[in-house]
């Protein structure tokens, strides 16, 4: 995602100063024009804004943390864009750290996936000041289809945590519901259009259903947008964050269950739309 959104800004004609903790990924980058920084604290440097995506909450606080890190690089006047999808409350601390520095920030996690990265149709979903929003909505604007103020700094997590536990328990739900389909042997392409008829079918079922069709003939979806390690890494921080605010999550749950389970039989690095065809046959004890 970091990737595609920095090749997004380059086509715009921004200056664009990356990192990342495996040097391979910025070393992609710097082909297509960007600068690549020694240190967190150099793109700060090099920066009047500064966006950041990144797995889960330990790499946001390894990222701005330290002397090298992205508040080590003189951060004052600058404005922090943070889309990483993680809880609410690390949102927010990390805000008070930034501001502190004298610094502005934005939580603005993004719906979509690579595809809508690289089209600038993702969803932006932003949580802080009108005026620092503002600020970042020209750049943000380009990066995505719509962007919706949703309240104070780690409203943009909550709701984004909301929207993903959606579409990711979808994919256990629809491997259940081939598992009734699958004794009739209908061919996986006319199977998909008939779902895609159907009020069943969510919009990520229009962008995905070739590719559920390919792993139910047995083939792999390749580039993988989004592997089922990652959904699990996401339903963890959506039940974590319902704990935190006492509301109960068992459908999310039970998904999770059923990712954790692929991850241990070897396919945590296949894509997530993978999973109806894994339940699938195992629903039915193949």
């Known amino acids: 995602m970091g990737a595609a959104i920095a090749r997004r800004l380059l086509e715009f004609g921004?200056?664009?100063?990356?990192?990342?903790?495996?040097q391979e990924k910025s070393s992609v980058l710097a082909e297509a024009g960007a600068s690549v920084a020694a240190t967190p604290a150099a793109v700060t440097r090099a920066s009047d804004m500064i966006i950041t995506i990144l797995t889960d909450a330990d790499a946001i606080e390894s990222v701005y943390g330290g002397s090298e890190g992205l508040l080590g690089g003189e951060p004052a006047g600058r404005l922090f864009i943070e889309m990483s999808t993680a809880q609410s409350h690390t949102k927010k601390a990390l805000a008070d750290e930034v501001r502190a520095k004298g610094a502005a920030f934005i939580d603005c996690p993004v719906g979509g996936t690579v595809g809508p990265a690289t089209e600038g149709t993702l969803l932006g979903l932003a949580g802080g000041n009108a005026e620092d929003i503002a600020r970042a909505k020209p750049v943000l604007d380009q990066l995505c289809r719509r962007v919706e103020h949703v309240g104070p700094v780690g409203a943009g997590a909550a709701v984004k945590l909301a929207m993903n536990l959606t579409s990711l328990v979808y994919w256990q739900c629809f491997g259940e519901a081939l598992a009734?389909?699958?004794?009739l042997g209908l061919k996986p392409a006319r199977l998909m259009e008939l779902f895609a008829e159907s009020s069943g079918a969510p919009k990520i079922f229009e962008r995905r259903a070739g590719d559920i069709?390919?792993?139910?003939?047995?083939?792999?979806?390749l580039p993988v947008k989004f592997d089922i390690d990652s959904v699990r890494k996401d339903l963890r921080t959506?039940?974590?964050?319902a704990e935190a605010i006492g509301c109960r999550v068992p459908v999310a749950e039970r998904a999770l269950e059923c990712f954790d389970e692929a991850s241990r039989d070897g396919l945590g690095g296949k894509d997530c739309a993978t999973l109806p065809a894994i339940w699938s046959r195992r629903a039915r004890g193949r």
């Not at 921004?14 to 495996?22: F, G, Q, Y």
């Not at 009734?180 to 004794?183: K, S």
């Not at 959506?238 to 964050?241: L, P, Q, T």
Request: proline fraction near 4%; charged fraction near 25%.
């Open 238 to 241: 959506m039940i974590e964050e």
């Open 14 to 22: 921004h200056t664009v100063t990356v990192w990342n903790r495996t």
């Open 213 to 221: 069709a390919a792993t139910l003939e047995g083939r792999d979806i």
């Open 180 to 183: 009734l389909c699958r004794p």
